[in-house]
């Protein structure tokens, strides 16, 4: 069974920093691009940064680029997401999720549970 578990959410400060987990299980991370997205309070689902099964591209969105970092690690079959110099507007609910290819974000097959993120003073 695959799941997805998520975690590091919270209230952080305008300008503070997160870093978001996703715990993997039940294939095999490897073989999988993942990805990051978030849904805001009233918004669609908006896709924040992926990684390619080999962790060689990663790929972010307009709005994040060069203050979120996306990372895997194979052995502890992790994803990581990295978020510095937050503002309020990445308040939302982020989800971590399994791409149904190696080197494609368009297309996903599980979801985690998303965690929590509040940027506000």
């Known amino acids: 069974e695959v799941q997805l578990v998520e975690s590091g959410g919270g209230l952080v400060q305008p300008g503070g920093s997160l870093r978001l987990s996703c715990a993997a299980s039940?294939?095999?991370?490897?073989?999988?691009?993942m990805s990051w997205v978030r849904q805001a309070p009233g918004k669609g689902l908006e896709w924040v940064s992926g990684?390619?099964?080999?962790?060689?591209?990663?790929s972010y969105a307009d709005s994040v680029k060069g203050r979120f970092t996306c990372s895997r690690d194979y052995a502890k079959n992790t994803l990581y997401l990295q978020m510095n110099s937050l503002k309020p507007e990445d308040t939302a609910v982020y989800y971590c999720?399994?791409?149904?290819?190696?080197?494609?974000?368009?297309?996903?097959?599980?979801w985690g549970q998303g965690t929590q993120v509040t940027v506000s003073s």
């Open positions: 039940g294939f095999t991370f490897s073989t999988y691009a």
């Open positions: 990684i390619h099964s080999g962790g060689g591209i990663i």
């Open positions: 999720a399994k791409n149904v290819y190696s080197d494609s974000y368009y297309e996903y097959d599980y």
